[in-house]
C-alpha cells in the first residue's frame, strides 16, 4: 500500500469513529413503533379514544412527543407541570422547558406505548394513585425518575411530566443538551431530521468527511 493509501485509509477510520462519537445524539427515536416486541398494556386499561389528550398517561406522553416533532412547543407545553419548579427552570420558559426536555428525553429514554398506562386512573398496580413512572435517567450522581403527574386543570383530571421531574432539568440539560451548539443555532438544526439524523448532524459528517479528505491530500503531497 502506497504511503497516500495509507494516509487516506487513515482519515478514513478516523472519520468513522469520529461520526460514531456524533450520530448517537438525538438519533434515536423517543418513541418505540407501535406493537413492538414484548409490548403489553398495562392492567386494568380501558380504551380511550373519546378521551381528550392527557386524559391518560399514554395519552398525555404521546401528545408532548407529537407537538415536540411538529415544532409547536407551546402545545407541548400543556403537557408539562410548570408549577413549583425552582426559579432556573421556571425563567427559562414554557416553550424552552417542552424543548429542552425533549431533546435530554430522545437520547435518555426509549419509551414504549404500549407499556403506558391508557386509563384514566394510570397504572394502579404500583400503589401510587395519580403517578405512574416512565422510567429513569441516569445522571452522574443517581438518577432522575421520569414521572407522570395526574393533576387538576379547568376542573378535569389531566396527566402532565410531573414537577418533580422537570425540576432537574438543568442537570438533564448540562449533561444530555447540545451545549454551546443548542445556544448558536436555530431550533431548525435539531428539528429537522432524514433518516432520525437531525441537520446539524448530517452538516458535521459532511464537513467532517470533506475535512478528513483534505488534510489528507495536503499530508500526501508533503510527505
Known amino acids: 500500500m502506497t504511503r497516500e493509501r495509507r494516509l487516506l485509509a487513515w482519515f478514513a477510520l478516523v472519520a468513522l469513529f469520529s461520526l460514531a462519537a456524533i450520530l448517537p445524539a438525538g438519533a434515536e427515536p423517543t418513541t418505540a413503533p407501535p406493537g413492538s416486541s414484548g409490548a403489553e398494556r398495562a392492567t386494568g386499561d380501558a380504551p380511550a379514544e373519546d378521551l381528550p389528550p392527557g386524559a391518560t398517561p399514554r395519552s398525555a406522553i404521546l401528545g408532548y412527543i407529537d407537538a415536540c416533532r411538529a415544532g409547536r412547543w407551546k402545545e407541548a ?55 405512574d413512572a416512565l422510567g429513569e435517567i441516569p445522571i452522574h450522581r443517581g438518577s432522575v425518575t421520569v414521572w407522570l403527574h395526574r393533576v387538576r386543570e379547568d376542573g378535569r383530571p389531566t396527566w402532565k411530566i410531573a414537577a418533580r421531574t422537570l425540576r432537574h432539568l438543568d442537570v438533564l440539560y448540562d449533561q444530555y443538551g447540545y451545549g454551546i451548539l443548542g445556544e448558536v443555532l436555530a431550533p431548525s438544526f435539531f428539528e429537522i431530521r432524514a433518516l432520525e439524523i437531525q441537520l446539524w448532524q448530517w452538516i458535521a459528517l459532511l464537513v467532517l468527511v470533506v475535512g478528513c479528505y483534505v488534510v489528507s491530500w495536503i499530508l500526501a503531497a508533503i510527505l
Open 77 to 131: 407545553a400543556r403537557f408539562l407541570e410548570l408549577e413549583g419548579l425552582p426559579p432556573k427552570v421556571r425563567d427559562l420558559g414554557p416553550e424552552t422547558i417542552a424543548r429542552r426536555f425533549k431533546i435530554v428525553l430522545d437520547q435518555t429514554l426509549w419509551v414504549e406505548p404500549d407499556k403506558v398506562s391508557d386509563s384514566p386512573e394510570g397504572d394502579t398496580s404500583d400503589g401510587k394513585p395519580d403517578w
